[in-house]
C-alpha cells in the first residue's frame, strides 16, 4: 500500500515550507508516497514556495494543483481525486509531522484491513511560546489539540480525528461520498462541520474509526487564532454549520442538536463554577463564551 497526502492551502506561506519540510526525512521510503497541495486561490508566495520545493527535492513526488472553488471542502475533494495512492492523508498547511509519521499510517492500515479512518494525536504549537489562560481540555477543539492518551483506541464517542491529521482508505470516498461543499471553512474564518459530517456517515455504517497515538504532528497556533474575536466567530461558525448540517438530515435531528447545545451551555455554567471557585476566572469565562456563541450561531440564517 501507499500513501497520498493532501496538503490544502490558503495564503499560508509562514508556514508551508516548514510544513513540505517534514516529510523531507521521513521513514517511509519516498516512492512510497506522494504530496499533494491543493492551492486554494492563495494571494501570497505559494505557488514560488512550491515550484521552489519541487525543484529542490527532486527525490520526492510532489504535486501542486490549483482549486478555483472557494472552500476547504472543494479543496480536499480536488485532493481526492488527483491522489492516485489507497491511503489518504490529510495534513493542514501549518502542521508538521513527525519522521515516522507515514510509515505508522501505513502500518496501521497494513495490519488492519477492517480499518477505514483514523486519527492520532495533535500538539499545538503556540506562536507566543506559551498555552493562553483560558485554555482548559472542554476547549481544546479550539487549537485542535487531539491526546487521549498512549494507546490505540476507537475515538470516544462522539469525538473524531480533527481535519489537520485525519486518515482514510481512499475507496470510503467512493462508497460514503465526498466533503459537503455547504460546510467547511471558506478563506480565514467560516463554517465547519464537513468532517464531522463525513464521520457520521462511517460510523453509521459501522465503520471503524480508530485513534493511534502514535500518528502524531505538531500543529501551528497563530496569535491571532487566540483572540476573542476570532474565537467568537469560530464559535459562530460552527454553530451555523451544525445548524445546517443537521437540518439537511432531518427535523428531528435538528431539534435533538438544540436540545444538546441548551444542555451544553447549562453544564458550561456549572463548569465555570468550577473554575471560579479555583480563582481561575479565564477559564471559566471562555467556557462559557464557546458554549454561548455557539447556541447564538445555531439560530444565525447564515455566516457574516
Known amino acids: 500500500m501507499k500513501v497520498s497526502v493532501i496538503i490544502c492551502t490558503y495564503n499560508r506561506e509562514k ?169 467547511g471553512r471558506k478563506g480565514r474564518v467560516g463554517l465547519a462541520s464537513e468532517e464531522k459530517d463525513i464521520f457520521e456517515r462511517l460510523k453509521a455504517a459501522g465503520a471503524k474509526i480508530m485513534y493511534f497515538p502514535d500518528i502524531s504532528i505538531r500543529h501551528h497556533i497563530d496569535n491571532y487564532r487566540l483572540e476573542k474575536s476570532y474565537i467568537i466567530k469560530l464559535c459562530y461558525g460552527i454553530g451555523i454549520s451544525e445548524k445546517i448540517r443537521t437540518s439537511k438530515k432531518s427535523f428531528i435531528l435538528y431539534i435533538f442538536k438544540l436540545i444538546e447545545f441548551i444542555f451544553k451551555f447549562i453544564a458550561s455554567l456549572v463548569i465555570a463554577a468550577g473554575y471560579i471557585l479555583k480563582g481561575e476566572f479565564e477559564k471559566a469565562k471562555y467556557v462559557v463564551l464557546f458554549r454561548y456563541h455557539i447556541l447564538k450561531g445555531f439560530f444565525k440564517k447564515e455566516y457574516e
Open 15 to 183: 508556514f508551508l515550507k516548514s510544513a513540505l519540510d517534514s516529510y523531507k526525512n521521513q521513514t517511509l521510503p519516498s516512492g512510497d508516497f506522494e504530496i499533494i497541495v491543493v492551492d486554494n486561490n492563495s494571494t501570497d508566495n505559494t505557488k514560488t514556495i512550491m515550484e521552489n520545493f519541487i525543484e529542490e527535492n527532486p527525490t520526492l513526488n510532489v504535486r501542486y494543483v490549483f482549486e478555483e472553488n472557494q472552500g476547504l471542502s472543494f479543496a480536499r475533494n480536488r485532493g481526492i481525486k488527483e491522489a492516485a495512492h489507497e491511503i489518504i492523508v490529510f495534513v493542514d498547511d501549518d502542521a508538521e509531522a513527525e519522521n515516522n509519521f507515514l510509515e505508522n499510517v501505513k502500518s496501521h492500515f497494513e495490519t488492519d484491513e477492517n480499518l477505514i479512518a483514523a486519527g492520532g494525536k495533535v500538539e499545538p504549537v503556540f506562536e507566543s511560546g506559551k498555552e493562553p489562560q483560558w485554555l482548559s481540555p472542554f476547549l481544546w477543539g479550539l487549537v485542535t489539540k487531539i491526546d487521549y492518551g498512549n494507546k490505540a483506541k476507537p475515538f470516544p464517542k462522539n469525538k473524531y480525528p480533527v481535519g489537520c491529521n485525519m486518515e482514510f482508505r481512499k475507496d470510503v470516498f467512493n462508497k460514503f461520498g465526498m466533503f459537503d461543499t455547504q460546510l
